[in-house]
């Protein structure tokens, strides 16, 4: 079994991008044939256009990702723009893509009713998804919700190319953690790096500050709380187990003050990511062996590739 997934480097890794990606990715390390993550840099161009910020984002991203626990003996770590096969394959699948699979994006609405500019690389974007994906035949692509949609059509294009020309493409399966689909941040809107709420990874002070600008309602400190309804509970309950999540409910629901419930979260999350940010300092001195671990990720990904490439060459007749 094979399990893959990607983030763009547009953004500084929050806690939607790790309890919706990162973690279930992990949990997968060592236990399946092929555990794959790729710095998706070629979907980044869609909104980055600084050279040198998209340079120092790619390279930072995969210290992220290391310092988050990927081991790289165990899994492949690449950058999609060291492997031209993505490209190449985005164009064969576009051409058995139906327009109206597209024009159904909810992303690139949303993305265009933000003011990205509406590209042709941001209308064929889940294209490009597709072939990240079916390139290296992913059985399962851990993703938050907001990708559900673009899994869809990875699998409506793969469907369509196989029975144009035969059987060429697994049918990959998303998976959505039913308790972090949606990580919301701190305004209790989706977590995201275009909303401005976010809860960063590695950047305790910002971290600090946004956790404390966590919204509530006007409850008195001392008032009875349900804390499904409480955003500070629903990103603390992410760092739980069920059993110590049902005691701070209970907790919530006997009269702790929103102050409290935010100084709890703090403590959760600055014990949780203390041991990875440390790590992280570590790898920032270690530019030379990151730069060694994209290489033969590179190498790996690209013989990957290539085996799936001959097959699809050859169905297509090239
Ligand atoms: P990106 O970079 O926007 O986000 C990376 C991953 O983080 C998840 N995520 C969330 N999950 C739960 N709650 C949230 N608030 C939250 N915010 C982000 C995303 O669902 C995603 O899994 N198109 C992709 C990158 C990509 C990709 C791929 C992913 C390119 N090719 C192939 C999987 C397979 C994207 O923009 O993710």
């Known amino acids: 079994m094979r399990v893959l997934s990607g983030i763009q480097p547009s953004g500084k890794l929050h806690l939607g991008n790790y309890f919706g990606s990162i973690k279930p990715n992990l949990e997968y390390v060592g236990k399946v044939e092929e555990s794959i993550f790729f710095v998706a840099d070629l979907h980044a161009l869609t909104t980055m256009c600084d050279a040198a910020e998209l340079r120092r984002a790619r390279e930072d991203i995969v210290i992220d ?98 029975r144009v020309y035969g059987d060429a493409f697994v049918i990959p399966e998303p998976f959505i953690r039913e308790d972090a689909a949606v990580v919301p941040g701190i305004d209790g809107q989706k977590m995201s790096k275009s ?60 009269g702790l003050s929103y102050g409290e419930a935010k100084k709890r979260l703090l403590s959760s999350y600055q014990d949780f990511f203390a041991p990875m ?23 790996k990904a690209h013989a990957l590739a290539e085996k799936t490439m001959g097959r699809v060459r050859e169905a297509v007749g090239l």
């Open 65 to 162: 990702y290391l310092a988050c626990g990927f081991d790289p003996e165990q899994s492949i770590l690449f950058y999609q723009s060291d492997i031209p096969a993505h490209t190449e394959l985005m164009w064969i699948l576009s051409t058995v893509t139906p327009m109206g699979f597209l024009e159904r994006a909810v992303s690139y609405k949303e993305k265009v009713s933000k003011g990205i500019v509406a590209t042709a690389g941001l209308f064929t974007y889940p294209v490009l998804m597709a072939a990240d994906i079916l390139l290296y035949g992913a059985n399962i692509v851990p993703v938050g919700r907001d990708q559900k949609q673009h899994l869809e059509m990875t699998r409506d294009i793969a469907v369509k190319f196989n």
């Open 195 to 254: 909303y401005g709420n976010t809860i960063p990874l590695f950047d305790e002070g910002a971290g600090r500050k946004a956790i404390m600008r966590i919204v509530t309602d006007s409850k008195d400190a001392k008032d009875a709380k349900d804390a499904k309804e409480s955003v500070i509970f629903q990103i603390h309950k992410l760092f739980l187990s069920p059993a110590e999540a049902n005691v701070l409910a209970e907790e919530y629901g006997g």
């Open 277 to 299: 940010r440390e790590w992280r300092a570590d790898l920032e001195k270690k530019r030379g062996y990151v730069r060694e671990v994209m290489e033969s990720g590179r190498k």
